[in-house]
């Protein structure tokens, strides 16, 4: 299996990318391919894998990683995490924040420290992932990229 990654900016790719986040159990509803960075991870033509920066500022806030099933455990989620790394690091972005309630113990591995709510920017914290999508009780991180 060779993993090639690919912006998202057609409308196609842009179907089969929400497809794979609802197959996830992840939402779609405030994405959109032509105001964030979403970067989709193909296996030849078939897209296995997903991710998001929405960015506010001087900072990002990472969503819709997923990995297509029958394929987990392939390391493809860390794949995509260090490409979205990458590309805030590219773009010179001071941190990377995130919510998630499922996945916490993975993106610890990642580098990812928690944070308290409060604490998460303004611009950030306006974000429909924040304000109205994830629950309250989804567990908030932050990855620096000021070293």
Known sequence: ??????VINSE?????????????????????????????????????????LEIYGSNALLRSLSVKLGIRGKSLGSSISEKLIEEARLKNLKAIYLLTESARDFFLKKGFQDIPREKVPPEVQRASEFSKICSPKANVMVYSLMN
């Open 12 to 52: 196609e790719r842009y179907r089969v990318f929400k497809e794979l986040l609802q197959l996830s159990g992840l939402p779609t509803a405030d994405l959109n391919f032509k105001d964030h960075l979403l970067i989709g991870f193909f296996d030849g033509d078939d897209m296995v894998g997903t991710g998001a």
């Open 1 to 6: 299996m060779e993993i090639k990654h690919q």
